[in-house]
């Protein structure tokens, strides 16, 4: 199959080599970790052609004979010379037992420069860092940006290829696929839900209540982008006959968050620079999947705003940033996106319509008592600042989408 390089991930990749540190690509289920391993091979052969690369795929036959960490370090041993630029990158790591015992030997010897992913089903981050205590770096993976989805579908940036983005998402797998399948392209999302559901909930989290966990799987996918509370969430299923106490919502879905298919959105206080807890906003690692778990697929008009969020808050964590849900004492904001000392604050809104609108998405972020940039993210066809409303940006989303900020 053809590997279309995805240059934001080679660059993050690339830009931490030889620094003493173990790569870990991390990312939901078919985001294209195993892709990014075999682009990052290529990128080795084509700038350092003379290091030493030793590629392992457990999901090869030929390398069938790997099955322990013994085995591991032995092959290694005997493929890389002691002062060699060596280079070790391992897709499906987990499928070695005890595989950290020899990935930390290689490291302490300082023998190679290690990269490797993994199932979510058995490599979550806190069993990393348990593994690797401190020696490695995550490089989180997601699903596929705007320009990149024009560039794995060979299309020209235009409204109708927005639309498409925001039909059917943005899982490299669709390359597969032409947009009018649509029963086809469901059952592809509906397989990768199904197995992030089977293998990295269920038979990991040993899950008992499966109706309960598609029940609130459906709950987060029709509440994407609403504040919600464990308490909430419980008192609602119980009303649709599934009684379990909070405790048991909360399990579930940090089991869901786990499996990174669903990722929660904290609140940060603007004015007090402080963290609140219990509230928080859900968003699905992919919209394409959110559209096919509700049934909205291709016709996404009803959730048109929710799906504007999450593409706008992916866009975002794909620049990594850290992005939080702001509270005002006079309303909400969107998005607070921080990286380093840089911090930027969005309102997202499908149309602004008339001057309620406009008053609300502007007028908070005008009560923002500080000199950050603020944008309101609409898909507007006029878009433009507003003589009442001094400094704040109005940006169209397909423009938002293209920008580096």
């Given at each position: 199959m053809k590997i279309i390089d995805r240059p934001i991930y080679i660059d993050q990749i690339t830009r931490q080599l030889n620094r003493g540190m173990i790569l870990v690509l991390?990312?939901?289920?078919?985001?294209?970790?195993?892709?990014?391993?075999?682009?990052?091979?290529?990128?080795?052969s084509k700038n350092k052609p003379e290091a030493n690369v030793l590629y392992i795929d457990k999901d090869f036959d030929q390398y069938s004979f790997?099955?322990?960490?013994?085995?591991?370090?032995?092959?290694?041993?005997?493929?890389?010379?002691?002062?060699?630029?060596?280079?070790?990158?391992?897709?499906?790591?987990q499928?070695?037992?005890?595989?950290?015992?020899?990935l930390r030997s290689l490291y302490a010897e300082n023998r190679c420069q290690v990269i490797v992913t993994g199932s979510n089903a058995y490599m979550f981050s806190s069993e990393i860092a348990t593994k690797f205590s401190g020696r490695y770096i995550e490089i989180p993976v997601r699903s596929l940006g705007y320009e990149e989805f024009l560039v794995f579908h060979n299309l020209t940036d235009s409204q109708e290829s927005l639309?498409?983005?925001?039909?059917?998402?943005?899982?490299?797998?669709?390359?597969?696929?032409?947009?009018?399948?649509?029963?086809?392209?469901?059952?592809?999302?509906?397989?990768?839900?199904?197995?992030?559901?089977?293998?990295?909930?269920?038979?990991?989290e040993q899950i008992r209540n499966f109706k309960f966990l598609e029940n609130l799987i459906h709950f987060l996918a029709d509440n994407t982008g609403q504040l919600v509370s464990v308490n909430s969430i419980g008192r609602y299923l119980k009303s649709q006959g599934s009684a379990v106490t909070n405790d048991v919502v909360s399990k579930y879905i940090?089991?869901?968050?786990?499996?990174?298919?669903?990722?929660s959105i904290p609140r940060y206080d603007i004015h007090g620079k402080r963290m609140f807890e219990l509230i928080e906003k859900y968003y699905f690692s992919d919209h394409g999947i959110r559209n096919c778990i509700t049934n909205e697929m291709p016709?996404?008009?009803?959730?048109?705003?929710?799906?504007?969020?999450?593409?706008?808050?992916?866009?975002?964590?794909?620049?990594?940033?850290e992005v939080y849900?702001?509270?005002?004492?006079?309303?909400?904001?969107?998005?607070?996106?921080?990286?380093?000392?840089?911090?930027i604050y969005f309102q997202v809104v499908y149309k602004l319509g008339g001057k309620d609108a406009i008053k609300r998405e502007f007028g908070n972020l005008q009560a923002i008592k500080d000199d950050y940039p603020k944008y309101?993210?609409?898909?507007?066809?006029?878009?433009?600042?507003?003589?009442?409303?001094?400094?704040?940006?109005?940006i169209h989303l397909i423009d938002f989408l293209k920008t580096n900020f």
């Open positions: 991390v990312g939901q289920r078919r985001v294209g970790k195993s892709f990014i391993l075999k682009s990052i091979v290529n990128w080795l790997i099955k322990s960490a013994a085995d591991l370090y032995a092959h290694a041993i005997e493929k890389f010379p002691d002062d060699g630029e060596n280079y070790l990158l391992i897709d499906e790591v499928d070695i037992e005890d595989y950290e015992i020899a639309i498409k983005y925001l039909q059917f998402g943005g899982m490299p797998g669709l390359i597969n696929y032409q947009f009018n399948e649509i029963p086809e392209i469901k059952a592809y999302l509906q397989g990768v839900y199904n197995t992030v559901i089977l293998k990295d909930i269920v038979a990991r940090k089991s869901i968050c786990n499996a990174l298919i669903v990722d016709n996404v008009f009803g959730s048109i705003e929710k799906i504007i969020e999450s593409v706008v808050r992916n866009h975002l964590l794909i620049q990594n940033f849900v702001g509270v005002l004492s006079s309303g909400e904001i969107d998005f607070v996106a921080k990286k380093g000392g840089q911090t309101v993210v609409s898909m507007e066809d006029i878009t433009g600042s507003l003589k009442e409303y001094p400094g704040i940006n109005h």
